[in-house]
């Protein structure tokens, strides 16, 4: 039977968009979504993995035709026929990434707002507290663009600016090598895990005790550099209970793969129990030997109670120490 | 690009032959300024420089088989990582490219030298002693801050190991701007007279944007990298928030050239692969005009991205928003080059020999990296796989795919202009088939790693990630045993290989119109551009081995009159 090539072409095309369109939301690629963040950037890599698919299956899928279709004949020694271009189609190939990666550009620029990315009190702009400083020096209450401090404006993802901020838990976050500490200002809870209250708001204060970091939730989507000398932030909301690793994703040093930490996403009354007996727990004077700068102890010292939250082995600390006396 | 002869073959004197046909083999170890032996300098050398840097990738591949550090201990694990990272880039892949530029440009436009040869010599011997730099630092003291050394950690972590690097790359860095700055006086002014811009071969055209960057970018690492040594040995605080420094803006001025620097290590290859796939395919590229605008428009947009790797870092977000922009419409300019080969194999006569295998490879492989680059232009999308084996993979796609294929695709092109004898085709099949698998099983297991949670530049990490790493590792352990019938086949081809003639491939560019290899000063007579390069199928009686160019003038002026 003779098939017209349209209907060819038309078969194949609809194949390859419903096999994208299955495969963009079955790849099965990415860890559970555990927070509202993750859901809308599971939503735009789902979007980009469909076009992609689509794209990789097109050109590869011609790549492996044309190999068959036009491979030269032994001892054949004639050309192809002389075919410069085609404006037509030039632009029509032109004009389909431009309005592919325009949607994209578009649709990632929503879900960035929406993480709470373009939110004045995270966007960084100095320039702005500066103009307003100069032309209305106390009228602090309508800057927007102003920390409650009215020192330094955090980088990062904010709080959504609908969201009362007293309904939102402050940790702050010191990232020093190789570990991860977490200071409560409500509570002063002074740990080196991370504990959360579901369906509410959290607000990282990152800052960084020596070099650069990364503060990384996989399972949350949402990663920001620990920068010494600057404060940087990361608001999300967990919507889901477990224990979810928390990884440091810029290089810091020898023992960079063994930052690590866990983060503890618990129902409000789990979380009130761990906070009261952490409270109670953590009298002042330890509260003190654990805030004291790290620099004067040695690295395995300083990491020896850190070493079961982190996951390292205990051979890697053991190199460490031998390490140590090395140097 | 249709051309027609214009004139009628030269009437004048061949020129009088006062310098020897060929070069001795012991003037590839001198000061020489013959753009032929320089290029070859750099492609020997730049791939003696890959198989070390190769090496450090196997050790670190056979680390991460298992997840804890037992292979090699951590900080030498951060030594082999930076060195590779920084050998691969600066010794491998970029001066490569400049062997190409620097062997084909001259032949390319019909001229007999570089503009500025002894520039060309000195920006060579800068290379060896850049390379030697950072191997010497592997004994006293190596560099373990990755090959972005960003401060603070790369002040704390060893100042002699830090101090080489910064010297190896300044020195690397200047031998780069002084090819650039000849590669682009060389194409603007040597062309033979009847050859303007738009009958020069594709690759003269990706030379000219990638020497523009060279030109933009380098100086502002060079400026970052003084400023970073300063830091490290005189205790000022550009860079060093200790002192009251930012460690961002060196991070900006990193990537202000290190952005480019993708492009001035591909785009060359892009050039390589418009040469190799109308040849092979015996038809005219497609869109010549589109590809070659494609390249400067990549060189440019190249310029205004560089900040889409400091998504996470201190980058305000209306600022990511604008780089997010400018990242994703790299994709247009790439888009076409990638069109343009596929409709230029379409409808063709496709030869499957190597240099078209290693086309064919180069473009489904760059694809993946190119739709990789995609995803990752997406701020949501970067904040999560930013600094993991997502990224890793993604580079390694682009860099092995758009780099590294394309550079075997035109060495094996070229090698019968190169070395005047043929290269062992079953060898180089296989050569292709390890290379193709290795890579794809290396870097596609890096993408879910990256997704699932696993970080880059770690010797240690969770054991969840065990079973994809295994993988990875294989494909490495058959990357490198991909390597043994390149190089077998190399070496005995070169002296035993069957002699190839002036144009085994029949090609009409003006490289393939002199002696394989061409004479000391490339043509004997003056050459005449009697074709454009990519004129197949017009003209059925192409130029054979035995044929001469004298034969072939003949014919063309009698057609014309």
């Known amino acids: 039977m003779n098939i017209p090539s349209n209907i060819v072409t038309l078969l194949i095309g609809v194949t390859i968009t419903l096999v994208s369109l299955w495969y963009g939301q079955n790849h099965g690629l990415l860890p559970i979504a555990a927070s509202e963040e993750a859901l809308q950037v599971d939503g735009i890599f789902n979007f980009m993995m469909t076009i992609a698919t689509g794209l990789f299956l097109l050109i590869e899928g011609a790549l492996i035709f044309m190999i068959f279709r036009f491979r030269r004949n032994e001892g054949d020694e004639t050309d192809g026929p002389h075919i410069e271009g085609n404006v037509p189609l030039e632009i029509v190939w032109t004009a389909i990434p431009a309005v592919i990666v325009f949607m994209i550009a578009i649709y990632s620029f929503e879900v960035y707002n929406q993480m709470g990315g373009l939110d004045p009190m995270a966007a960084g702009d100095t320039g702005t507290q500066e103009i307003a400083h100069h032309h209305s020096p106390t009228g602090n209450a309508n800057l927007i663009a102003l920390d409650s401090n009215g020192s330094e404006i ?23 090598q190789y570990a991860w500490l977490f200071n409560y200002p409500d509570t002063g809870i002074l740990t080196g895990e991370l504990h959360i209250p579901i369906n509410r708001e959290v607000n990282l204060k990152i800052k960084a005790g020596d070099v650069l970091h990364a503060f990384w939730l996989p399972e949350f989507r949402i990663k920001q550099d620990a920068i010494p000398g600057r404060e940087t932030q990361l608001t999300f909301t967990a919507t889901r209970l477990g224990e979810y690793p928390i990884v440091c994703a810029e290089l810091c040093g020898a023992y960079h793969g063994g930052m690590k930490s866990t983060l503890y996403v618990q129902t409000q009354e789990e979380y009130d129990q761990w906070v009261q007996s952490n409270t109670l727990a953590q009298t002042e004077p330890l509260k003190e030997s654990v805030a004291t700068n790290p620099a004067p102890t040695s690295q395995e010292q300083f990491l020896e109670p850190f070493v079961e939250q982190m996951g390292v082995e205990a051979e890697t600390v053991n190199q460490l120490h031998a390490l140590h006396h090395e140097m | 690009m249709t051309l027609q002869v214009e004139r009628p073959p030269s009437s004048q004197e061949p020129k009088p032959h006062t310098v020897p046909h ?175 811009v738009y009958s020069m071969p594709l690759f003269c055209w990706s030379m000219l944007a990638t020497a523009l960057l060279v030109l933009i970018g380098t100086p502002v690492l060079a400026a970052a990298l003084i400023l970073l040594s300063f830091d490290l040995l005189a205790g000022t605080s550009f860079f060093n928030p200790a002192g009251g420094g930012d460690p961002i803006v060196y991070q900006h001025m990193f990537w202000f050239y290190s952005h480019p620097a993708v492009y001035i290590m591909v785009l060359p290859f892009f050039g390589v692969i418009s040469e190799v796939l109308p040849v092979h395919a015996r038809k005219p590229i497609f869109g010549y005009r589109a590809i070659a605008y494609s390249s400067l428009a990549i060189a440019f947009l190249g310029l205004i991205v560089w900040a889409h790797h400091m998504f996470t870092s201190g ?69 999560h796989v930013h600094d993991t084996y997502f990224i890793v993979g993604h580079f390694h796609y682009v860099l092995f795919g758009g780099g590294i294929l394309g550079l075997y695709s035109g060495v094996y092109h070229w090698f019968p202009k190169m070395s005047g004898r043929m290269y062992n085709e079953t060898l180089g099949k296989i050569h292709f088939a390890l290379t193709f698998i290795g890579i794809n099983l290396t870097f596609l297991p890096m993408h879910p790693l990256g997704m699932q949670g696993m970080n880059r530049r770690v010797a240690l990490y969770d054991p969840k990630f065990q079973f994809l790493n295994i993988l990875c590792t294989i494909g490495a352990y058959i990357t490198a045993v991909s390597v043994l019938p390149f190089v077998v086949n190399m070496v005995w081809s070169v002296f035993k290989g069957k002699p190839a003639g002036r144009n085994p491939w029949r090609a009409l560019t003006m490289e393939w119109q002199t002696t394989s290899p061409p004479a000391i000063e490339n043509f004997d007579e003056e050459p005449i551009l009697w074709a454009g390069p990519y004129d197949y199928g017009i003209d059925t009686q192409m130029l054979d081995e035995d044929q001469s160019v004298d034969e072939l003038l003949a014919q063309a002026s009698a057609e014309v009159n």
């Open chain 2, 315 to 383: 980058t305000p977000g209306w600022l990511r928003m604008f780089f997010m922009a400018t990242t994703m419409i790299i994709a247009v300019p790439t888009g076409i080059k990638i069109f343009g080969w596929c409709a230029t194999l379409w409808g063709g006569k496709i030869n499957l020999n190597t240099p078209m295998l290693f086309g064919i490879g180069f473009i489904s492989s760059f694809l993946i990296g190119g739709l990789t680059g995609v995803m990752v232009a997406s701020v949501p999308f970067d904040i």
């Open chain 1, 154 to 176: 955090a980088l990062g993802l904010g709080s959504s600016p609908e969201r009362a901020e007293d309904q939102t838990l402050m940790v702050e976050v010191n990232g020093i």
């Open chain 2, 22 to 196: 060929q070069r001795k083999w012991t003037d590839y170890f001198t000061f020489c300024t013959d753009h032929k032996v320089i290029g070859i300098q750099y492609l020997v050398t730049s791939f003696m420089f890959s198989f070390i840097g190769g090496a450090m990738a196997e050790v670190m591949r056979t680390e991460l088989a298992t997840p804890n550090p037992d292979v090699v201990q951590p900080e030498f694990y951060n030594q082999l990582m930076t060195l590779h990272g920084t050998i691969m880039l600066f010794l491998w892949i970029i001066p490569a490219g400049a062997a190409f530029a620097n062997y084909l440009i001259p032949l390319m436009i019909g001229a007999e030298d570089m503009a500025f040869p002894r520039l060309n010599a000195v920006a060579f011997w800068m290379i060896p002693p850049g390379g030697l730099l950072l191997i010497v630092s592997l004994l006293i003291d190596a560099p373990q801050a990755g090959w972005t050394s960003y401060p603070p950690l790369s002040l704390v972590s060893g100042q002699w190991g830090e101090e080489l690097w910064i010297l190896s790359i300044l020195t690397l860095g200047t031998s780069s701007i002084l090819g650039g700055l000849n590669f682009l006086v060389t194409i603007w002014k040597m062309r033979m007279p009847d050859m303007d």
